[in-house]
């Protein structure tokens, strides 16, 4: 589905962000992205729909090898990755609906966007899209109107109704509390498997990453130092990842869940196997 | 056994200039420099009186502004005035934005800025009065030349803020619109537009009251509008008659301000 092939990435400035990255995504996969601050992890995932341009390597989306394209066929390319951000970085003065159809830019002409009229078949997505992710009822209202938790949810439907292939989602909970990060969290993986997408997460959360995705991949100065199950990720792999540090405590909590997080966590892993 | 006495010790705030030579060096340079350029300048008592006099004659005729003699010059000016004023701002304005846009370094490559800069910086050194001159010299009298100015005057101050306006955007709501596959223009009309449009529309009612302001003073010079009549009325000593231009000028102007400030005071 996705594969990366010695990513390099080496900015203006000198930084050296990612020393040839060789990875693989599977379809219907959910792979966390793990690593200190200044790993890399938000410079690769944004290589692979090329908001940076890698300094070498090449990248392919099934058939289709993203670093050689030029910028029109960059943009056909970008429609099928669709991204959630940080901050969710909605636009802020727009309409919820507004918001979820910029989805569709790609999709349609200039005027049509210009003057809001989408097909109708994207406003019935959108309204479906809205509809799963609790939100129907603020459609009309302006995205800088809703709580973090809110505007997180129509970051992902602006980035699913894009009917991508691929999901890249950057630090997804970074601002949001402990429950919403959860719900948030689970939202997007219960959305990927419905529509059968890979998914990267770039998070910070080990827990969460851990709780849930299938895989854990992990980044320490532009390189990958672990790749493997959540349940292999031991003190000494992440002492690999992070550097030496006291890491009891960490493992903490997962027991500490209920059982009946248990058990969902249990099913979203049991969907697909580690690769 | 005696009490001994407090040392008395003077304070005085340091000098603002600690050398005392330089610091007496420039107080007598501009003692000196005062005293050469008012002696040049050629106090004339005699003709401060008749000017008091003249200035006493002018206010009389200002207290009893004659609205009616020449009503159909000062109604003809007014709507050119106002006609220069809609035109021009409205021609400002979309030149404005595209050149805005290029101004801005987050959105324009480098020639481009640079170009855009430089017709900002032309348009906002040389004041609407000598804007005018050239365009009157260029194009004659009339309000053509009075739009050019006005026209030309919006692009330096409505292009400039909104470079600085779009500088200061969030870029990751740029960067999301980008990741959609959305072309150029969609993603500054999505990402970009809706970020600054509040403070472009502020600004564009702000410099059309701004531009009814300097209708007036172009009209000095010969670009038209309800400044040429106030010039042929003040050479022809009809005193009432400029006053009563003045008074409209000043109520049109506090209706548009009063205006303006309402409508940008709900843009939030």
Avoid at chain 1, 98 to 122: A, H, I, K, M
Avoid at chain 2, 104 to 125: D, E, K, Q, V, W
């Amino acid at each position: 589905m996705l594969r990366l092939e010695q990513i390099v990435k080496k900015y203006p400035t000198g930084d050296h962000a990612l020393r040839g990255v060789d990875l693989e995504v599977p379809e219907h996969q959910v792979m966390a992205l793990i690593g200190p601050s200044g790993a890399g992890k938000s410079t690769l995932i944004r290589c692979i729909n090329r908001l940076v341009e890698p300094t070498s390597g090449r990248i392919w989306l099934k058939d289709l090898e993203m670093v050689s394209l030029n910028a029109r066929e960059l943009r056909r390319a970008r429609r099928r990755i669709g991204m959630i951000f940080q901050e969710y970085a909605l636009v802020e003065r727009l309409t919820v609906m507004e918001n979820v159809l910029s989805g569709r830019l790609g999709y349609v002409g200039f005027w049509q966007s210009w003057f809001r009229r989408f097909p109708q078949t994207d406003i019935d997505h959108a309204f479906m899209l809205l509809d799963r992710v609790g939100l129907a009822e603020f459609a009309d209202k302006r995205a800088d109107a809703l709580s973090g938790g809110q505007r997180q949810r129509v970051g992902i439907a602006r980035a699913l109704i894009q009917q991508p292939d691929l999901l890249l989602v950057d630090e997804p909970t970074a601002s949001l509390d402990p429950k919403t990060s959860r719900q948030i969290m689970r939202l997007i993986t219960e959305l990927a498997r419905e529509r059968n997408l890979a998914v990267i997460i770039n998070i910070h959360d080990v827990p969460l990453a851990q709780m849930f995705a299938q895989r854990i991949v992990g980044l320490r100065q532009g390189t990958l130092v672990y790749d493997g199950t959540p349940e292999g990720l031991t003190a000494d792999r992440l002492t690999d990842i992070y550097g030496e540090e006291n890491w009891e405590g960490q493992f903490k909590a997962e027991e500490d869940l209920s059982t009946e997080e248990q058990a969902q966590i249990a099913d979203a892993r049991r969907f697909d196997p580690v690769v | 056994m005696s009490i001994k006495a407090p040392s008395t010790r003077g304070w005085r705030p340091p000098p603002l200039i600690s050398d005392p030579r330089l610091r007496w060096l420039i107080i007598i340079g501009v003692v000196v420099y005062l005293y050469f350029a008012l002696s040049s300048v050629n106090i004339n008592v005699e003709r401060l009186i008749r000017g008091l006099d003249r200035g006493s004659r002018m206010f009389a005729g200002f207290l009893q502004p004659d609205f009616t003699t020449r009503w159909r010059d000062i109604q003809a000016g007014l709507i050119e005035s106002l006609t220069m004023t809609v035109v021009s701002t409205v021609i400002g304005i979309i030149i404005s934005i595209p050149i805005g846009f290029g101004a801005a370094r987050n959105m324009a490559p480098m020639p481009i800025y640079l170009f855009c800069r430089g017709l900002i910086t032309i348009s906002r050194t040389f004041q609407e009065v000598i804007i005018a001159i050239v365009f009157v010299v260029m194009f004659g009298f009339g309000p053509l030349a009075g739009v050019l100015t006005l026209s030309f005057a919006t692009i330096g101050f409505l292009a400039k803020l909104l470079a600085e306006d779009i500088e200061e955007i969030d870029a990751a709501q740029v960067e999301a619109t980008r990741t959609t596959g959305a072309s150029w223009l969609q993603t500054v009309t999505y990402g970009v537009l809706p970020q600054v449009s509040p403070r472009l529309v502020g600004l564009s009612i702000y410099r059309f009251d701004i531009n009814l302001r300097e209708s007036a003073i172009v009209g000095v010079v010969g670009a038209g509008g309800i400044g040429a009549t106030l010039q042929t009325a003040f050479t022809r000593y009809d005193f009432d008659i400029a006053s009563a231009i003045l008074i409209i000028i000043i109520v049109l102007v506090m209706i548009t301000e009063l205006i303006s400030s309402y409508i940008r005071r709900r843009l939030q």
